[in-house]
């Protein structure tokens, strides 16, 4: 497994815009690179959710409810997967989390409220 460790969570409010972290300082470069990096997020009393996924073809996924305002990206190099999010809602409130080569981070949280 691959250590994870997100950043960038933190209280704001609807509107304003977050860009959340994943570094995995311990992956082999030839193992990150070619790997689906996925971010995830679990708000209270839920399910974990799948939100967004970049393939290593670069080819991207998003759920519905994030469209338009979520971006996933990655820095091969650097060993580090992205999440931009911008137009925040009350509803994007949850923890989350990082996921690639089977291997899940601690999760950051993310509240937004008035």
């Known amino acids: 497994q691959v250590r994870l460790v997100e950043s960038g969570g933190g209280l704001v409010q609807p509107g304003e815009s977050l860009r959340l972290t994943c570094a995995a300082p311990?992956?082999?470069?030839?193992?990150?690179?070619?790997?689906?990096k996925a971010w995830y997020r679990q708000a209270p009393g839920k399910q974990r959710e799948l939100v967004a996924r970049?393939?290593?073809?670069?080819?991207?996924w998003y759920a519905d409810g994030v469209k338009g305002r979520f971006t996933i990206s990655a820095d091969n190099s650097r060993k580090r997967v992205y999440l931009q999010i911008n137009s925040l809602e009350p509803e994007d409130t949850a923890v989350y989390y990082c996921?690639?080569?089977?291997?899940w981070g601690q999760g950051t949280q993310v509240t937004v409220s008035p």
């Open positions: 996921y690639l080569d089977n291997s």
């Open positions: 311990t992956a082999i470069t030839s193992v990150f690179r070619p790997t689906t």
């Open positions: 970049l393939a290593p073809s670069g080819t991207t």
